[in-house]
C-alpha cells in the first residue's frame, strides 16, 4: 500500500496521502506506476466519451482527453517536457543544462516541444476517435498506462540519478531489471486481452503500439542520461510525454 500511495500520490492528483518518502517506497511506487496511469486514462475516456455522446465530434472530443492527464498530475509531465526540451537543446555543459531546466520560465525549445507532443496526441487521438468511441477510449487508456509503464523502466537498476536531490534521486536505480520485465509482460498482456475484445488485429495493434511507446521513452531516456548524468522529475516527466504521444502515434497508423 505504501507504494501504491506514492505512485497516486507523486503521479496524480488523486487523494492519496503518502505514508513513507524513502527508496523503498520508491520502489514499489514506480512498479505501481502503471495503475495510475490506467486510473488517468480511464478518466481521460469516460470524459472524451461523454463529449462525443453530447454531439461534440471527434475533434473536441480529442483535445478533451488530451486535457484531462494535464489536469490530473498538475501539468508536472508537461513541464518536465518543456525543461528537459530546454535542457537538451541549450547545448551547454550538463551542470549549466540542469540549472536552465530548474529555472520556472521556459525556453524556445520547451514551447516547441510542448506544441508538437500536444498537436500529436490531438490529431491521434481525433483519428482513433473518427474510427469509433472504443478506439478512441482505449487508445487514451493504453497510452496513459504505457507512458507510466516507461517510469518503470526509467527507475530501473544502472540508471543513476542526475542530481543528489529531488524526485529523481529518491526513485533512481529503485527497480529491480526483473521486476521492470514481470511488470511489462503483465502490461502488454493487458494491452493484447483488451484488443481481443475487438479482433484480433487489435490485439497486435495494442502490443506493437506499447512496444513504440517503450522504445521511444528508452530513446529519450538514454539521450537524457548521457547529456545529464542521469534522470531527475523533469526527464521523467519528458519519458512519460514521450511513450504517451508515440503510443498514440502508433495506434492511429495503419
Not at 88 to 101: F, N, Q, T
Not at 109 to 135: D, K, N, P, T
Not at 162 to 187: D, F, H, K, N, Q
Request: charged share 15%; proline share 4%; glycine share 12%.
Amino acid at each position: 500500500m505504501d507504494g501504491l500511495r506514492f505512485a497516486f500520490g507523486t503521479l496524480t492528483v488523486f487523494p492519496a496521502r503518502i505514508t513513507r518518502w524513502d527508496r523503498d517506497a520508491a520502489r514499489g511506487g514506480m512498479l505501481c506506476a502503471p495503475l495510475a496511469g490506467l486510473a488517468v486514462g480511464l478518466c481521460a475516456a469516460a470524459l472524451g466519451g461523454t463529449f462525443l455522446l453530447l454531439g461534440s465530434g471527434p475533434l473536441l472530443a480529442a483535445v478533451v482527453t488530451t486535457a484531462v492527464p494535464a489536469v490530473l498530475t498538475r501539468g508536472l509531465h508537461l513541464d518536465g517536457l518543456a525543461d528537459t526540451a530546454d535542457g537538451l537543446g541549450s547545448a551547454k555543459p550538463a551542470e549549466d543544462a540542469l540549472r536552465i531546466m530548474k529555472q520556472s520560465d521556459v525556453g524556445p525549445f520547451g514551447v516547441i516541444a510542448l506544441l508538437l507532443v500536444l498537436f500529436a496526441q490531438v490529431a491521434a487521438l481525433f483519428e482513433l476517435y473518427g474510427q469509433s468511441w472504443a478506439h478512441g477510449a482505449a487508445g487514451a487508456v493504453l497510452a496513459a498506462t504505457v507512458a507510466r509503464l516507461a517510469l518503470t523502466h526509467a527507475s530501473r537498476h544502472g540508471v543513476p540519478a542526475a542530481r543528489p536531490e529531488g524526485l529523481g534521486a529518491i526513485v533512481a536505480a529503485t527497480v529491480p531489471t526483473r521486476s521492470a520485465t514481470l511488470t511489462t509482460a503483465l502490461v502488454l498482456v493487458a494491452c493484447a486481452a483488451a484488443g481481443l475484445l475487438s479482433s484480433p488485429y487489435d490485439a497486435v495493434r495494442n502490443v506493437l503500439a506499447a512496444g513504440a511507446a517503450l522504445a521511444a521513452a528508452a530513446l529519450l531516456l538514454r539521450r537524457c542520461v548521457r547529456r545529464f548524468g542521469g534522470v531527475t522529475g523533469d526527464v521523467f516527466g519528458a519519458v512519460e510525454e514521450t511513450a504517451a504521444t508515440a503510443a498514440l502515434v502508433a495506434l492511429s497508423l495503419g
